[in-house]
């Protein structure tokens, strides 16, 4: 049963600290999806790739946001320095064909 | 900012009821999407309309697609509690060569009562 797996589920940090998260997306999959949910924004896309090849990241607050994937097996999301507003739910997902499989997401809350 | 926009944004059924969710979008789609989340938990994807395609059925899903409009509906027939969720539209689009980017609606949060 192929799933989308991420770590930490929970994470609860300090302003200012670095928080990085962690996806490994279903084998074969050619893209992957960084989301932040809040309830006030809703699912917010961050950043995408394809083929492990940033296509997008205009989601994302460039001076504090970072996303990488250093092998097809592994996308990780870093937050460097956190703020509160950070504090959400992160989702990762992947996809070859147009729907996307969704991981669990990192709950986020910066004190 | 979000694509699509969910109505109603809550909507409380008794079991054994249809519900009947609709989300409108703005711009050009290549297909459109709606997955279901459950609460502490990440989505699940339910049902792909493509623009071509009118209307698609899926168990008790029923979905329709109006391109001429720009909406959709997601039937749930013949509720149960364990359909009790958040309801998500999310439009595709190509970008980037074939690469599917979702814009996800709002949502619509769906009680259903035993």
């Known amino acids: 049963d192929a799933r989308v797996t991420q770590t930490p589920r929970h994470k609860v940090t300090e302003m200012g600290q670095e928080v990085t998260m962690r996806c490994q997306p279903i084998?074969?999959?050619?893209?992957v999806f960084w989301y932040r949910q809040t309830m006030m924004q809703g699912l917010e896309l961050l950043a995408y790739f394809r083929n492990r090849a940033p296509l997008d990241d205009s989601g994302m607050p460039k001076d504090r946001f970072s996303a990488e994937m250093p092998d097809a097996t592994l996308a990780t999301l870093k937050i460097q320095p956190s703020e509160p507003r950070d504090s959400a739910v992160y989702f990762c997902a992947s996809g070859l064909f147009g729907e996307q499989f969704f991981g669990p997401g990192t709950r986020l809350t910066v004190l | 900012s979000q694509q699509g926009e969910e109505d109603p944004q809550a909507l409380s059924i008794q079991e054994g009821e249809n519900a009947t969710m609709n989300c409108s979008y703005k711009?050009?789609?290549?297909?459109l999407q709606w997955y279901r989340q459950n609460s502490g938990r990440g989505l699940v994807h339910l049902i792909l309309i493509r623009s071509n395609e009118r209307e698609k059925h899926s168990g008790r899903l029923r979905v329709t697609l109006d391109t001429s409009k720009k909406s959709s509906s997601l039937l749930i027939t013949a509720s149960r509690a364990a359909d009790t969720a958040s309801y998500f539209c999310a439009t595709g689009a190509r970008y980037g060569g074939a690469t599917n980017k979702l814009i996800f609606g709002t949502g619509t949060l769906l009680a259903v009562q035993p």
């Open positions: 711009t050009s789609i290549n297909n």
């Open positions: 084998l074969g999959h050619n893209t």
